[in-house]
């Protein structure tokens, strides 16, 4: 295990370089650095790459995130404004320049001559209909609550688009980078179009067809804004539920890329004369409690469980060493906003977990349900290890294991009394905490969490520019999120995918932002 404490160490280092790289990066008037990620060789036109999912997407609409499986096809169709690129720096997309003249005033000046995969023009009028639908209550989009900020959108005029703010947000590029900030045709909008039967974006590649369950065809864009991009004439996505075929898959050359590379095939696949493993650090994984529901209305209870699972064990078992116990924060080391205090604030400690819950007053009879999903070995195995560990300190825990979509479902609707998730700090800025515990947001609408004191901070974080101060907040943010114990978080993991030596100039996204990696397949070409 030694070895891979190293690899730990890698993604401190990793962190440490996004640290700097936050929303409120400097206004930007270059375009998108056009060097090449694929070496020293010239890249070559042309070919399909075959690409292994790990779930069938359940939905395409890009304003409405299902998962990275998912995502990793609707960033081939679509551009933000601007997005995250090879060290997680944020940099133009659809626009080719932004200004913030005051605090609460963004100005993104847009590119010209882009047109939509159906031939229509891309404007500011675009940017205000796909603006308005991710702000609008009905739509569930993932990142409403995080722009929410956003209190008007003008149209200056067709390439210039002005965004006033009720307040400062300190954060705020760094979600309009995320993929689910896309922006869509306002004329398929307006006619009633639908994302998730048609796909009408401005992206490197568009939607050719769409076999549920079986494969998905993207084809190149020939009219792609960013000049001689991509290489590729075609991207085909197939569904690889089943992890050991997905890497039987890979090993035979019947696809040529996969994500998600399961653990305990991690260093067996870095040995593979014809295979390349691109890996780095940043998600992590957690257990969500339902807090409606008891036990878990009762933080006792939650803060209970937090000292009943072994962290170590997850690691060896479920990720074969290659990870790190959390035992504090979520913002990661040497990060600006890094509190060390808070290490240790959770440790395996199973008499203080019975103490717990027989304060709470639960004694050997509690059982509880835990959701999980079969279709991922990591997420099926901690929940074993979590059931295990649980046993010890008398609490009886029944596994309910899904696929994958139905396992989404049912968090979406709070069917669960708690669950194991797989998440990445999803942004290079602390307020990535917004999206998981403010009253309202995705994560809290599904699980009930609400509390008056996480919400002031994370307000007052987000709209505070000084950097001292957002430290000090998130501090405070991190010490009561770990006293109320909405979520138990557990180890950061490796995440990994795998691709054969032909596939060239694919790059592994640092950090938290490893799942929004496959942005880099336009760059993306295949040896002879």
């Known amino acids: ?80 404004l601007v997005r995250y690129w090879r060290k997680g720096e944020v940099v133009p997309d659809l626009a080719e320049s932004w200004e913030t003249p005051d605090p609460t005033t963004y100005i993104f000046r847009l590119r010209r001559g882009v047109k939509f995969h159906d031939g229509s023009d891309f404007t500011a009028r675009d940017v205000k209909a796909s603006l308005e639908r991710i702000l609008d209550p009905k739509v569930g989009a993932t990142r409403r609550a995080d722009i929410r900020d956003i209190k008007e959108i003008v149209v200056v005029d067709d390439y210039t688009v002005r965004l006033n703010l009720s307040r400062p947000n300190a954060a705020l590029l760094a979600y309009l980078a995320r993929p689910e900030c896309a922006i869509l045709s306002a004329r398929f909008l307006e006619a009633g179009g639908d994302p998730n039967v048609r796909a009408v974006g401005t992206g490197p590649f568009r939607l050719v067809s769409r076999e549920p369950g079986v494969r998905i065809v993207l084809e190149k864009n020939p009219d792609y804004f960013r000049q001689g991009r991509p290489y590729l004439d075609r991207v085909v996505f197939m569904a690889y539920p089943d992890e050991n075929t997905r890497v039987t ?28 493993v691109f890996s780095g650090y940043g998600p992590f994984m957690c257990l969500i409690f339902n807090v409606r529901q008891k036990p878990f209305d009762d933080p006792r209870v939650r803060r209970a469980f937090g000292y009943a699972v072994n962290r170590q064990s997850i690691i060896d078992v479920v990720f074969f060493g290659r990870g ?42 509690l059982r509880v349900r835990l959701l999980s999903t079969s279709q991922y070995g990591m997420h099926q195995s901690t929940a074993e290890v979590v059931q295990n560990d649980l046993k010890k300190v008398g609490v009886q825990v029944d596994l309910e294991l899904y696929d994958w979509p139905t396992t989404v479902d049912k968090h979406n609707k709070g069917e669960y009394q708690f669950r194991v998730h797989g998440l990445a700090p999803e942004v290079n800025d602390p307020d990535f905490l917004t999206q998981f515990f403010r009253t309202d947001s995705p994560y809290t609408r599904s699980n009930g969490f609400s509390d ?27 010490r009561r999120l770990l006293e109320l114990a909405p979520w138990v978080y557990l180890t950061w993991r490796e995440q990994s995918e795998a691709a054969l030596k032909k596939v060239r100039g694919y790059e592994h996204l640092p950090g938290g932002l490893a799942f929004v990696s496959a942005i880099t397949l336009e760059e993306v070409w295949l040896e002879a």
């Open 1 to 80: 295990m030694k070895g891979h404490q190293l690899s730990r160490r890698q993604f401190l280092g990793a962190v440490a370089g996004l640290a700097g790289l936050a929303a409120g990066c400097a206004p930007a008037s270059t375009p998108l650095p056009g060097e090449r990620l694929g070496g020293g060789d010239q890249p070559r036109y042309g070919g399909t790459l075959t690409f292994g999912l790990s779930s069938d997407p359940p939905n395409l609409d890009p304003h409405v995130a299902t998962g990275t499986a998912a995502m990793n096809v609707k960033m081939q169709v679509y551009n933000g």
């Open 249 to 276: 898959a890979i090993r035979a050359g019947d696809v040529d890329f996969i994500e998600y590379v399961p653990w305990k095939d991690t260093a067996a696949l870095q040995r593979e004369p014809h295979i390349q």
């Open 324 to 365: 790190a116990p959390i035992t504090g924060g979520l913002v990661p080391r040497e990060h600006w906003a890094y509190n060390p205090n808070l290490e240790g604030t959770y440790t395996y400690d199973p008499n203080r977990a019975r103490a717990l819950l027989k304060e709470a007053g639960y004694g050997d009879e």
């Open 452 to 478: 008056p004191e996480v919400d002031r901070l994370l307000d007052e974080a987000r709209s505070t520019l000084d950097q001292g101060r957002r430290k000090a907040l998130y501090g405070e943010l991190e």
